[in-house]
């Protein structure tokens, strides 16, 4: 269970305290377009306004090429933070060297200040010894609250630590505590539903899930790749040609865990306007494609969900970004909320499903970090987690 310490076993009145919080959020034309990573990052923010700290906030966003890209700034994201916690907040045109340094050391308690992106320097991802200890040097205590970078060692999650003492913030907490629960002490039945692309970027997640599960639950457009390996023609649908042996394996590691689509939506072109027809799973028309699972399929799963006390779930059914190939999935998001299992969303893709579908309210926890969180139903352990101070 977790047992690193939190902001709670620390006295911070007085501090100066280094948040790496995951502000990896849209931004189009200057204005963020979701910010549940914002929000979800609040109740250690005020926590530690409250307890009298000075707040230094630094995050990564987008993918810079290690250099400064206006395009990547951080400096909307401080703007749209001053507005929900209704202050100032400040914002320094660098996280290292004098521009940090100068606005670090103006800061009051109670007052929050944002760095400018973690990456706009090439060591961050290097998990440089030295940046880390720049960006240490800002501070008295380093608080990690980024769930979804602390499956990265990189110099703002793993190496600060090594300068400074270092506790979980509230959402790390949550977060490490519901996905920790759904894999070591489920729950039962304990269903697992993964979807999405590749099977590659999953294998080790099925393989664990596999032990831990009593049932795994494959759809998107990974499920294409299993059908190719039990000898279907898949006509031009996505497929993962190395991936078959594996695919093969998995089918014979899982039995009758392992459940696959028994129906599939196929079209003759990669478009929501494209013609369509549902067919049993087997040979698909040369020209033709699968895009979604059919309806069959959404009928078996629910009725497996509907039995659930854990429900584990990560990557979509279809290509739901197109509103004819998004019926699997938000159908899967309805069996889901209206199950009264624990219900855990993987964060990506599927959490966008649930809140396009407005039935967040009524999961468990969705998870703000995509990557980490498979990283844990895969066994893995996270460096941005195992570095902090133990309880």
């Known amino acids: ?56 906030l630094c995050s990564h966003l987008g993918r810079p090429k290690d250099e400064p890209d206006p395009a990547y700034s951080m400096k909307p994201v401080a703007e749209y933070l001053g507005e929900l916690l209704n202050k100032k907040v400040a914002f320094a045109e660098d996280c290292i060297g004098p521009k940090a340094e100068a606005a670090a050391a103006a800061l009051k308690p109670g007052d929050v200040l944002v760095l400018e992106n973690t990456r706009f320097h090439k ?45 979980a913030g509230f959402l790390l907490e949550k977060e490490i505590k ?40 494959i759809g998107g457009g990974m499920a294409n790749t299993f059908f190719k390996a039990q000898g279907y023609p898949v006509g031009d649908s996505l497929v993962e040609d190395d991936a078959l042996d ?6 014979k590691e899982g039995g009758s865990k392992l459940r696959l689509p028994v129906d599939m939506v196929i079209a003759d072109k990669f478009d929501n306007d494209a013609q369509t027809k549902i067919i049993d799973v087997g040979p698909v028309p040369d020209g033709w494609r699968i895009l979604d699972v059919g309806p069959e399929t959404v009928k078996n799963f629910s009725k497996v969900i509907s039995e659930a006390g854990t429900v584990v779930w990560n990557g979509p ?24 299992a624990i219900s855990i969303i993987g964060g990506g893709d599927s959490a966008a499903a649930i809140a396009q579908s407005g039935l967040a309210d009524k999961i468990s926890h969705i998870s703000t970090g995509g990557g980490a969180s498979l990283e844990m139903l895969e066994g893995i352990q996270l460096p941005g987690l195992a570095a902090l101070m133990d309880k």
């Not at 960006?135 to 793993?158: I, K, P, Q």
């Not at 594996?246 to 089918?251: C, D, G, H, I």
């Open 317 to 340: 059914m279809g290509v739901f970004e197109m509103s004819n190939f998004a019926k699997a999935t938000f159908a899967v998001a309805k069996a889901v909320a209206d199950s009264h």
């Open 178 to 217: 519901y996905l920790d629960q759904a894999i070591e002490n489920p729950k039962r039945p304990f269903v697992a539903i993964l979807g999405g692309a590749k099977v590659s970027d999953k294998i080790g997640v099925i393989k664990n899930l596999l032990t831990k599960a009593d049932t795994v639950l």
């Open 1 to 56: 269970m977790f047992n690193k310490k939190s902001v709670k076993d620390i006295d911070v009145k007085g501090k100066k305290v280094l948040v790496r919080v995951d502000f990896n959020v849209p931004i189009k034309d200057g204005k963020i377009s979701d910010d549940t990573r914002i929000r979800a990052a609040l109740p250690t923010i005020n926590y530690l306004i409250d307890q009298g700290a000075a707040l230094i």
């Open 123 to 167: 060591e961050e991802k290097k998990n440089d010894p030295e940046m880390a200890r720049q960006l240490a040097s800002l501070a008295d205590v380093f608080v990690n609250d980024a769930f979804g970078s602390a499956h990265r060692a990189h110099a703002s999650t793993e190496g600060v630590t090594k300068f400074l003492p270092s506790v």
């Open 246 to 251: 594996t695919a093969r394996e998995l089918v």
